[in-house]
């Protein structure tokens, strides 16, 4: 795909198909707009940040014998982006089963980023054993609750959210992390622009997979007022974008190994590929929000 052509919203989601496991997000021209929003609010000034997302990091099956090969080639790619990335975060299952030692190999590998800062947040595969102690003892400081957390970057608020603790098949936020959101974008202006991380989606992508958030309307009512909201997950370990009203919902691939589209096996585990393919089914993925624009520019590029 060439670099800065504009695509209409039918365009993205068909191109969206098979995208990487980076997705990197631009405010260019002072502006954060959604795939199908307008304008918003100017932002002081332009930044690119990079979304990756379930490392799987002590993973060890057929589908992929290598994550960490895998996730530090994902690692070098948004290292040579042509634009640095003002910061990037990671959408959970850092690990595949939440042992210290994965827990810091995973901080030793984020270490590698050319960036200012590593933002994360949990998945289900973080807190296997012990409701997630060990991950907030790695990646819980500065944290509220079970690991949520707010902060602003140029004219942007971004909320990062923990909906794996709690689960009852579906994600989980809980009233305490609901009331933090209420709470903490009851201050902001409608036309402050929002950014949402979470791990599992906050749409009904594939309920009987438990591919959805049980609670997530009562969060998503807050953010209703809002110009622009675009939501990132990662966990289902491919791409799907949705757009409800003034929110817009973008899944994101993996590192590790693929899985099946919903409804496409009998259980969503991990889909071994032959190991030529296994490259082209992990990547980034770069967008470009640009200023009074509605389409939404699009870079995919799988692992080599």
Known sequence: M???????????????????SAVVFSVAGGTLLSACAGSSTPATKDFT?????????????????????????????????????????NTGDLTHTSTPEQFDQV??????????????VPGEHDAVDDHGQK????????????GWYSFDYNGVHFLALNNSFDLQNLGHLGADQIDFVKKDLAPLKSHTPLVVFAHMPMFDMFPKWGWGTDDALQALSFMR??????????????????????????????????????????TPGPVTVASD??????????????AKKTGLALIDQVLP
């Open 2 to 20: 060439t670099a800065g052509k504009e695509l209409s919203r039918r365009d993205f989601l068909h191109h969206s198909a098979w995208a990487g």
């Open 135 to 146: 991950y907030l003892q790695a990646f819980g400081a500065g944290s509220q609750g079970n």
């Open 107 to 120: 901080k030793q590998l984020h270490t590698t980023l050319k960036t200012d800062r590593v933002w994360v």
């Open 225 to 266: 007022r809002f110009g622009s909201v675009t939501v990132l997950n990662g966990h289902v370990h491919q791409v799907m974008s949705k757009v409800e009203g003034n929110i817009t919902f973008h899944t994101a691939h993996t590192t590790a190994y693929p899985l099946p589209p919903p409804g496409g096996a009998e």
């Open 277 to 290: 393919k296994l490259h082209a089914a992990l990547g980034i993925r770069r967008a470009t929000y640009v």
């Open 49 to 89: 940040f990079a979304q990756i997302s379930d490392p799987h990091i002590g993973f060890t099956g057929k589908a992929n014998p290598d994550v960490t090969g895998t996730f530090m080639e994902a690692i070098a790619q948004v290292n040579a982006l042509a634009v640095r990335p003002a910061f990037v975060v």
